[in-house]
Protein backbone atom coordinates (compact mmCIF):
# COMPACT_ATOMS: atom_id res chain seq x y z
CA UNK A 1 0.00 0.00 0.00
CA UNK A 2 1.35 3.39 -1.30
CA UNK A 3 2.20 5.77 2.01
CA UNK A 4 0.48 9.09 2.12
CA UNK A 5 1.73 12.34 0.58
CA UNK A 6 4.39 14.42 2.83
CA UNK A 7 4.48 17.55 3.18
CA UNK A 8 7.27 19.92 4.88
CA UNK A 9 6.93 23.56 6.09
CA UNK A 10 8.57 26.15 7.02
CA UNK A 11 7.70 29.53 8.03
CA UNK A 12 9.67 32.83 7.98
CA UNK A 13 8.23 36.27 9.71
CA UNK A 14 6.00 36.63 12.22
CA UNK A 15 3.64 35.70 14.54
CA UNK A 16 1.01 35.60 11.95
CA UNK A 17 2.51 33.91 9.45
CA UNK A 18 3.01 31.27 12.08
CA UNK A 19 -0.41 30.89 12.44
CA UNK A 20 -0.98 31.07 8.83
CA UNK A 21 1.06 27.77 8.84
CA UNK A 22 -1.24 26.24 11.20
CA UNK A 23 -3.95 26.93 8.42
CA UNK A 24 -2.10 25.57 5.86
CA UNK A 25 -0.67 22.24 7.87
CA UNK A 26 -4.79 22.15 9.62
CA UNK A 27 -5.59 21.82 5.93
CA UNK A 28 -3.35 19.61 4.59
CA UNK A 29 -3.40 16.96 7.19
CA UNK A 30 -7.30 17.33 7.10
CA UNK A 31 -6.88 15.79 3.28
CA UNK A 32 -4.76 13.29 3.82
CA UNK A 33 -0.99 14.50 3.94
CA UNK A 34 1.67 13.84 6.89
CA UNK A 35 3.84 15.95 8.34
CA UNK A 36 7.17 15.24 6.98
CA UNK A 37 10.19 15.50 9.69
CA UNK A 38 12.41 17.32 6.95
CA UNK A 39 12.34 18.80 3.47
CA UNK A 40 14.28 15.86 2.42
CA UNK A 41 11.47 13.38 3.64
CA UNK A 42 8.85 15.60 1.47
CA UNK A 43 6.86 15.36 -1.62
CA UNK A 44 5.23 18.81 -0.89
CA UNK A 45 8.04 21.74 0.29
CA UNK A 46 6.25 24.76 1.09
CA UNK A 47 7.68 28.06 1.91
CA UNK A 48 5.52 30.41 3.86
CA UNK A 49 7.39 33.29 3.46
CA UNK A 50 7.06 37.42 4.75
CA UNK A 51 8.13 40.46 2.74
CA UNK A 52 8.39 42.88 5.91
CA UNK A 53 12.36 42.61 6.12
CA UNK A 54 14.84 42.00 3.20
CA UNK A 55 16.52 39.58 5.13
CA UNK A 56 13.74 37.09 5.25
CA UNK A 57 13.51 37.30 1.57
CA UNK A 58 17.22 36.44 1.42
CA UNK A 59 16.41 33.88 2.78
CA UNK A 60 13.39 32.28 0.96
CA UNK A 61 15.16 33.09 -2.39
CA UNK A 62 18.46 31.07 -0.75
CA UNK A 63 16.37 28.14 0.41
CA UNK A 64 14.70 28.11 -3.23
CA UNK A 65 17.93 28.53 -4.86
CA UNK A 66 19.11 24.82 -3.19
CA UNK A 67 15.69 23.34 -4.17
CA UNK A 68 16.43 23.87 -7.76
CA UNK A 69 19.10 21.04 -8.14
CA UNK A 70 16.64 18.87 -6.15
CA UNK A 71 14.04 19.36 -8.30
CA UNK A 72 16.20 18.23 -11.44
CA UNK A 73 16.72 15.34 -9.85
CA UNK A 74 13.09 14.87 -8.52
CA UNK A 75 10.30 16.30 -11.07
CA UNK A 76 7.46 14.93 -8.97
CA UNK A 77 8.51 17.03 -5.86
CA UNK A 78 6.12 19.98 -5.64
CA UNK A 79 7.92 23.13 -4.51
CA UNK A 80 5.70 25.78 -3.06
CA UNK A 81 5.89 29.43 -1.94
CA UNK A 82 3.19 31.07 0.12
CA UNK A 83 1.90 33.72 1.76
CA UNK A 84 3.11 37.10 1.20
CA UNK A 85 6.36 36.79 -1.11
CA UNK A 86 4.01 35.00 -3.37
CA UNK A 87 1.37 38.19 -2.96
CA UNK A 88 3.96 40.61 -3.57
CA UNK A 89 6.32 39.20 -6.46
CA UNK A 90 3.95 36.40 -8.18
CA UNK A 91 5.14 36.55 -11.78
CA UNK A 92 8.39 37.87 -10.78
CA UNK A 93 9.19 34.83 -8.63
CA UNK A 94 7.84 32.14 -11.45
CA UNK A 95 10.47 34.31 -13.93
CA UNK A 96 13.00 34.20 -11.32
CA UNK A 97 12.48 30.52 -10.12
CA UNK A 98 11.07 28.68 -12.40
CA UNK A 99 10.96 25.22 -10.29
CA UNK A 100 8.28 26.60 -8.31
CA UNK A 101 5.17 24.49 -8.71
CA UNK A 102 3.09 26.43 -6.38
CA UNK A 103 2.37 30.45 -5.50
CA UNK A 104 -0.48 31.35 -3.12
CA UNK A 105 -0.81 34.01 -1.42
CA UNK A 106 -3.05 34.66 1.60
CA UNK A 107 -6.01 35.08 0.70
CA UNK A 108 -6.27 31.47 -1.05
CA UNK A 109 -5.07 29.18 2.35
CA UNK A 110 -8.41 28.75 2.75
CA UNK A 111 -8.38 25.63 -0.12
CA UNK A 112 -3.98 25.47 0.00
CA UNK A 113 -5.14 21.50 -0.09
CA UNK A 114 -7.04 21.81 -2.96
CA UNK A 115 -4.04 23.95 -4.74
CA UNK A 116 -1.22 21.12 -3.79
CA UNK A 117 -3.03 18.69 -5.38
CA UNK A 118 -3.28 20.54 -8.41
CA UNK A 119 0.30 21.30 -8.49
CA UNK A 120 0.77 17.51 -7.64
CA UNK A 121 -1.30 16.66 -10.61
CA UNK A 122 0.37 18.60 -12.99
CA UNK A 123 3.43 17.45 -11.88
CA UNK A 124 2.31 14.20 -13.00
CA UNK A 125 1.38 15.02 -16.14
CA UNK A 126 5.08 16.77 -16.50
CA UNK A 127 6.82 13.82 -15.84
CA UNK A 128 5.08 11.78 -18.36
CA UNK A 129 5.33 13.95 -21.19
CA UNK A 130 8.60 15.94 -20.03
CA UNK A 131 7.15 19.17 -20.18
CA UNK A 132 7.87 22.43 -18.40
CA UNK A 133 6.01 25.70 -17.59
CA UNK A 134 2.30 24.59 -15.69
CA UNK A 135 2.61 26.09 -12.46
CA UNK A 136 -0.90 26.68 -9.81
CA UNK A 137 -1.31 30.41 -9.31
CA UNK A 138 -3.37 31.38 -6.35
CA UNK A 139 -3.17 35.25 -5.41
CA UNK A 140 -5.95 37.91 -4.78
CA UNK A 141 -7.17 40.67 -3.59
CA UNK A 142 -8.02 40.99 0.19
CA UNK A 143 -8.39 38.35 2.43
CA UNK A 144 -11.37 35.97 2.14
CA UNK A 145 -13.20 35.23 5.91
CA UNK A 146 -12.65 31.69 5.16
CA UNK A 147 -9.02 31.99 5.33
CA UNK A 148 -8.58 32.99 9.24
CA UNK A 149 -10.28 30.06 10.39
CA UNK A 150 -8.10 27.11 11.43
CA UNK A 151 -8.56 23.58 13.23
CA UNK A 152 -7.80 24.82 16.38
CA UNK A 153 -6.26 21.01 17.11
CA UNK A 154 -3.35 22.08 15.06
CA UNK A 155 -1.13 24.40 17.30
CA UNK A 156 2.15 23.60 18.45
CA UNK A 157 1.86 23.79 22.22
CA UNK A 158 -0.71 21.52 23.88
CA UNK A 159 -1.76 24.33 26.68
CA UNK A 160 -0.97 27.66 24.41
CA UNK A 161 -2.52 29.05 20.61
CA UNK A 162 -2.88 31.65 18.87
CA UNK A 163 -6.15 32.91 17.78
CA UNK A 164 -6.17 35.49 14.60
CA UNK A 165 -8.80 38.29 15.33
CA UNK A 166 -8.40 40.13 12.48
CA UNK A 167 -6.04 40.85 9.10
CA UNK A 168 -4.90 43.49 7.03
CA UNK A 169 -4.02 47.05 7.66
CA UNK A 170 -5.59 50.30 6.56
CA UNK A 171 -2.20 52.65 8.74
CA UNK A 172 -0.65 54.02 5.67
CA UNK A 173 3.40 53.77 7.13
CA UNK A 174 5.36 54.33 4.13
CA UNK A 175 7.85 51.97 4.96
CA UNK A 176 5.50 48.96 5.16
CA UNK A 177 4.65 46.55 2.63
CA UNK A 178 1.63 44.52 4.94
CA UNK A 179 -1.03 46.78 3.31
CA UNK A 180 -0.73 45.57 -0.23
CA UNK A 181 0.26 41.99 0.62
CA UNK A 182 -2.86 40.94 3.86
CA UNK A 183 -5.06 44.04 2.60
CA UNK A 184 -7.43 46.09 4.17
CA UNK A 185 -8.29 45.21 7.57
CA UNK A 186 -10.98 42.36 8.29
CA UNK A 187 -11.95 42.01 11.85
CA UNK A 188 -13.89 38.68 12.90
CA UNK A 189 -17.11 38.87 15.16
CA UNK A 190 -16.12 38.96 19.16
CA UNK A 191 -18.81 35.18 19.17
CA UNK A 192 -16.96 33.90 16.61
CA UNK A 193 -13.44 34.27 18.26
CA UNK A 194 -15.09 33.69 21.76
CA UNK A 195 -16.45 30.27 20.07
CA UNK A 196 -13.02 29.49 18.77
CA UNK A 197 -11.34 30.32 21.70
CA UNK A 198 -14.05 28.27 23.84
CA UNK A 199 -13.19 25.07 21.66
CA UNK A 200 -9.47 25.70 22.02
CA UNK A 201 -10.31 26.00 25.84
CA UNK A 202 -12.25 22.48 25.73
CA UNK A 203 -9.16 20.74 24.09
CA UNK A 204 -6.13 21.89 26.79
CA UNK A 205 -5.43 25.29 25.99
CA UNK A 206 -5.16 28.11 29.24
CA UNK A 207 -3.44 30.61 27.13
CA UNK A 208 -3.97 32.47 24.03
CA UNK A 209 -2.12 35.22 22.15
CA UNK A 210 -4.59 37.39 19.79
CA UNK A 211 -3.20 37.85 16.79
CA UNK A 212 -3.76 41.17 14.34
CA UNK A 213 -1.54 43.75 12.48
CA UNK A 214 -2.70 46.48 14.30
CA UNK A 215 -4.92 44.33 17.23
CA UNK A 216 -6.09 47.23 19.10
CA UNK A 217 -7.50 48.51 16.06
CA UNK A 218 -9.47 45.68 15.86
CA UNK A 219 -13.63 46.17 15.20
CA UNK A 220 -13.88 48.97 13.38
CA UNK A 221 -14.82 48.33 10.57
CA UNK A 222 -17.61 46.32 11.82
CA UNK A 223 -19.35 48.53 14.24
CA UNK A 224 -18.33 51.46 17.27
CA UNK A 225 -19.30 48.99 19.54
CA UNK A 226 -16.71 46.27 18.72
CA UNK A 227 -13.56 46.88 20.39
CA UNK A 228 -10.36 44.60 21.16
CA UNK A 229 -11.58 46.07 25.28
CA UNK A 230 -14.84 44.09 24.81
CA UNK A 231 -13.71 41.24 23.00
CA UNK A 232 -11.23 41.02 26.06
CA UNK A 233 -13.62 41.06 28.64
CA UNK A 234 -15.61 38.55 26.18
CA UNK A 235 -12.62 36.25 26.74
CA UNK A 236 -12.14 36.86 30.35
CA UNK A 237 -15.48 35.34 31.03
CA UNK A 238 -14.06 31.78 30.03
CA UNK A 239 -12.91 30.26 32.98
CA UNK A 240 -10.29 27.82 32.11
CA UNK A 241 -8.70 30.75 30.50
CA UNK A 242 -5.58 31.63 32.07
CA UNK A 243 -3.92 34.51 30.30
CA UNK A 244 -4.65 36.14 27.20
CA UNK A 245 -2.30 38.24 25.42
CA UNK A 246 -2.53 40.51 22.34
CA UNK A 247 0.09 41.50 19.45
CA UNK A 248 0.56 43.85 18.12
CA UNK A 249 -0.70 47.24 19.13
CA UNK A 250 -0.35 50.34 17.58
CA UNK A 251 -0.01 53.54 20.24
CA UNK A 252 -3.01 55.88 18.20
CA UNK A 253 -5.10 52.91 19.18
CA UNK A 254 -4.51 53.03 22.78
CA UNK A 255 -7.70 53.89 24.06
CA UNK A 256 -9.20 54.64 27.66
CA UNK A 257 -10.97 51.57 27.48
CA UNK A 258 -8.02 49.32 26.18
CA UNK A 259 -6.08 51.27 28.97
CA UNK A 260 -8.83 50.16 32.18
CA UNK A 261 -8.66 46.30 30.28
CA UNK A 262 -5.31 46.00 30.96
CA UNK A 263 -5.35 47.38 34.39
CA UNK A 264 -9.13 45.43 35.95
CA UNK A 265 -8.98 42.18 34.27
CA UNK A 266 -6.10 40.00 35.94
CA UNK A 267 -5.79 37.39 33.13
CA UNK A 268 -4.86 39.53 30.81
CA UNK A 269 -1.09 39.43 30.27
CA UNK A 270 1.27 42.10 31.86
CA UNK A 271 2.91 43.30 28.59
CA UNK A 272 1.93 45.39 25.82
CA UNK A 273 3.79 45.46 22.32
CA UNK A 274 3.33 49.21 21.39
CA UNK A 275 6.15 49.88 18.10
CA UNK A 276 7.66 53.62 18.79
CA UNK A 277 9.63 53.14 15.52
CA UNK A 278 11.31 56.62 16.29
CA UNK A 279 11.99 59.17 18.90
CA UNK A 280 12.10 61.76 16.10
CA UNK A 281 8.78 63.96 15.40
CA UNK A 282 10.77 64.54 11.77
CA UNK A 283 10.89 60.54 11.54
CA UNK A 284 7.79 59.74 12.85
CA UNK A 285 6.57 62.14 10.10
CA UNK A 286 8.25 60.73 7.10
CA UNK A 287 7.45 57.18 7.94
CA UNK A 288 3.54 58.35 8.36
CA UNK A 289 3.37 56.69 11.90
CA UNK A 290 0.50 59.12 12.43
CA UNK A 291 1.69 60.10 16.27
CA UNK A 292 4.06 62.51 17.94
CA UNK A 293 6.70 61.43 20.32
CA UNK A 294 4.93 63.93 22.94
CA UNK A 295 1.72 61.52 21.97
CA UNK A 296 3.31 58.44 22.19
CA UNK A 297 4.94 59.18 25.82
CA UNK A 298 1.04 60.82 27.11
CA UNK A 299 -0.13 57.23 26.03
CA UNK A 300 2.14 55.53 28.14
CA UNK A 301 2.31 57.77 30.67
CA UNK A 302 -1.68 57.41 31.00
CA UNK A 303 -1.25 53.58 30.76
CA UNK A 304 1.23 53.32 33.59
CA UNK A 305 -0.82 55.51 35.52
CA UNK A 306 -3.73 52.67 35.50
CA UNK A 307 -1.53 49.74 35.01
CA UNK A 308 2.20 50.11 35.86
CA UNK A 309 2.94 46.44 36.24
CA UNK A 310 2.75 46.28 32.36
CA UNK A 311 5.99 45.79 30.62
CA UNK A 312 6.20 47.64 27.32
CA UNK A 313 8.11 46.35 24.50
CA UNK A 314 9.17 48.25 21.23
CA UNK A 315 10.34 47.79 17.53
CA UNK A 316 12.98 50.57 16.28
CA UNK A 317 13.96 51.41 12.73
CA UNK A 318 17.07 52.77 11.85
CA UNK A 319 18.59 54.51 9.57
CA UNK A 320 15.57 55.85 7.80
CA UNK A 321 16.05 57.97 4.72
CA UNK A 322 16.98 61.20 5.87
CA UNK A 323 17.88 60.05 9.49
CA UNK A 324 20.33 62.40 11.06
CA UNK A 325 22.49 62.32 14.38
CA UNK A 326 20.00 64.65 16.17
CA UNK A 327 17.09 62.47 15.22
CA UNK A 328 18.89 59.36 16.22
CA UNK A 329 19.44 61.00 19.56
CA UNK A 330 16.01 61.55 20.27
CA UNK A 331 15.25 58.10 19.68
CA UNK A 332 18.17 56.96 22.46
CA UNK A 333 16.36 59.34 24.35
CA UNK A 334 12.65 58.09 24.11
CA UNK A 335 14.28 54.25 24.99
CA UNK A 336 16.09 55.61 28.16
CA UNK A 337 12.91 57.65 28.87
CA UNK A 338 10.52 54.87 28.83
CA UNK A 339 12.70 52.19 29.59
CA UNK A 340 10.97 48.84 27.87
CA UNK A 341 11.34 45.46 28.95
CA UNK A 342 12.25 44.46 25.42
CA UNK A 343 12.90 46.30 21.91
CA UNK A 344 13.69 44.84 18.20
CA UNK A 345 15.94 46.96 16.46
CA UNK A 346 15.85 47.05 12.89
CA UNK A 347 18.07 48.56 9.96
CA UNK A 348 15.99 50.26 7.55
CA UNK A 349 15.69 48.54 4.05
CA UNK A 350 13.60 49.68 1.58
CA UNK A 351 10.64 47.65 0.51
CA UNK A 352 10.09 47.69 -3.63
CA UNK A 353 6.29 49.04 -3.69
CA UNK A 354 6.57 51.17 -0.48
CA UNK A 355 6.49 54.66 -0.31
CA UNK A 356 9.53 54.98 1.03
CA UNK A 357 11.38 52.94 -1.31
CA UNK A 358 10.68 55.48 -3.82
CA UNK A 359 12.93 58.19 -1.62
CA UNK A 360 16.72 57.45 -1.38
CA UNK A 361 18.45 55.03 0.68
CA UNK A 362 20.82 57.60 2.34
CA UNK A 363 22.24 56.36 5.48
CA UNK A 364 25.25 54.24 4.83
CA UNK A 365 25.11 51.03 5.88
CA UNK A 366 27.80 51.10 8.42
CA UNK A 367 26.08 54.05 10.22
CA UNK A 368 22.77 51.82 10.56
CA UNK A 369 24.76 49.17 11.79
CA UNK A 370 26.50 51.80 14.48
CA UNK A 371 23.02 52.99 15.31
CA UNK A 372 21.52 49.38 15.78
CA UNK A 373 24.41 48.57 18.06
CA UNK A 374 23.88 51.43 20.16
CA UNK A 375 20.05 51.08 20.35
CA UNK A 376 20.67 47.30 21.19
CA UNK A 377 23.25 48.50 24.24
CA UNK A 378 20.84 50.53 25.55
CA UNK A 379 18.37 48.11 25.62
CA UNK A 380 20.36 45.44 26.60
CA UNK A 381 20.98 47.40 29.78
CA UNK A 382 17.20 48.09 30.63
CA UNK A 383 16.80 44.19 30.18
CA UNK A 384 20.14 43.63 32.79
CA UNK A 385 18.46 46.02 35.31
CA UNK A 386 14.90 44.54 35.21
CA UNK A 387 16.00 41.20 35.75
CA UNK A 388 18.11 41.93 38.24
CA UNK A 389 14.74 43.81 40.01
CA UNK A 390 13.00 40.85 39.91
CA UNK A 391 15.97 38.27 42.00
CA UNK A 392 14.03 37.04 45.16
CA UNK A 393 10.43 37.71 43.84
CA UNK A 394 8.29 34.84 43.15
CA UNK A 395 6.83 34.53 40.08
CA UNK A 396 3.88 32.54 37.90
CA UNK A 397 5.10 30.34 35.52
CA UNK A 398 3.55 28.82 32.35
CA UNK A 399 6.14 25.64 31.70
CA UNK A 400 6.47 25.51 27.57
CA UNK A 401 9.27 22.41 28.00
CA UNK A 402 12.59 21.35 28.76
CA UNK A 403 15.33 24.12 28.50
CA UNK A 404 18.05 22.99 25.84
CA UNK A 405 20.84 23.10 29.40
CA UNK A 406 20.30 19.71 30.54
CA UNK A 407 18.14 19.04 33.67
CA UNK A 408 16.26 22.53 33.44
CA UNK A 409 12.77 23.50 32.49
CA UNK A 410 11.49 26.55 30.49
CA UNK A 411 8.40 28.79 30.88
CA UNK A 412 7.01 32.35 30.97
CA UNK A 413 5.96 34.87 33.39
CA UNK A 414 2.69 36.28 32.71
CA UNK A 415 5.13 39.56 31.84
CA UNK A 416 6.22 36.92 29.04
CA UNK A 417 9.74 36.78 30.39
CA UNK A 418 11.32 33.60 30.28
CA UNK A 419 12.53 31.37 33.36
CA UNK A 420 14.61 28.21 33.61
CA UNK A 421 13.83 26.20 36.79
CA UNK A 422 15.82 23.16 38.09
CA UNK A 423 13.74 19.65 36.94
CA UNK A 424 11.18 18.16 38.73
CA UNK A 425 9.01 14.92 38.24
CA UNK A 426 5.80 16.75 38.82
CA UNK A 427 6.84 18.96 36.30
CA UNK A 428 4.81 18.75 32.71
CA UNK A 429 4.54 21.37 29.94
CA UNK A 430 1.36 23.57 30.28
CA UNK A 431 1.25 23.52 34.12
CA UNK A 432 1.19 27.04 36.10
CA UNK A 433 3.63 26.63 38.91
CA UNK A 434 5.18 29.42 41.54
CA UNK A 435 9.09 29.81 41.20
CA UNK A 436 11.17 32.07 42.95
CA UNK A 437 13.59 34.16 40.91
CA UNK A 438 17.18 33.39 42.20
CA UNK A 439 19.63 35.12 39.59
CA UNK A 440 19.24 37.20 36.48
CA UNK A 441 21.01 35.60 33.31
CA UNK A 442 20.73 37.95 30.31
CA UNK A 443 17.79 37.86 28.78
CA UNK A 444 16.15 35.32 30.69
CA UNK A 445 16.22 34.42 34.58
CA UNK A 446 16.92 31.29 36.68
CA UNK A 447 14.64 30.01 39.50
CA UNK A 448 13.96 27.66 42.09
CA UNK A 449 10.32 25.50 42.31
CA UNK A 450 8.06 26.32 44.72
CA UNK A 451 5.49 24.19 46.78
CA UNK A 452 4.98 21.88 43.74
CA UNK A 453 1.60 21.50 45.35
CA UNK A 454 0.56 24.14 44.19
CA UNK A 455 1.09 23.57 40.47
CA UNK A 456 -2.15 24.13 38.92
CA UNK A 457 -2.06 21.21 36.09
CA UNK A 458 -3.10 20.70 32.41
CA UNK A 459 -6.12 19.35 31.94
CA UNK A 460 -5.40 15.77 31.86
CA UNK A 461 -1.98 15.90 32.84
CA UNK A 462 -1.78 13.27 35.68
CA UNK A 463 2.04 14.34 36.24
S1 LIG B 1 0.60 49.65 11.28
FE1 LIG B 1 2.12 50.34 9.76
S2 LIG B 1 3.90 48.99 10.15
FE2 LIG B 1 2.12 48.00 11.12
S3 LIG B 1 1.33 46.59 9.56
FE3 LIG B 1 0.18 48.51 9.35
S4 LIG B 1 1.28 49.68 7.79
FE4 LIG B 1 2.67 48.05 8.49
Not at 85 to 105: I, S
Not at 190 to 197: G, L, Q, T, Y
Request: hydrophobic share 40%.
Amino acid sequence: MSRPPRYHLTSYGCQMNKLDAELVESRLVAAGYESAASDADADVVLLNTCSVRQHAEDRVWSRLGVLRARKRREPGLVVGVLGCMAQEHQRYLLARMPHVDLVVGPSAFGDIDVKVGEARARNAEKSGDGKQGAHVLAVGEGVSGDAIVRDPRVRPHRSQAWVSVMRGCNMPCSYCIVPSTRGQEISRPIDVVVEEVQRLCDDGVTEITLLGQTVNAYGRDLSRDVTLARLLHALHAIPALRRIAFITSHPNFLSPDLIDALADLPRVARFLHLPAQSGSDRMLKAMRRGYTVARYLSRVEQLRARAPQIALHSDFIVGYPGETEADFEATVELMERVRFAQSYVFKYSPRPGTLSAEQADDVPEDKKAERNAILLQVQERHIQADAQALVGTVQEVLVEGESKVDGRWTGRTVHHRLVHFPSSDRVVAGCYLPVRVTQALGHSLLGELLAEDHAVLPAGATA
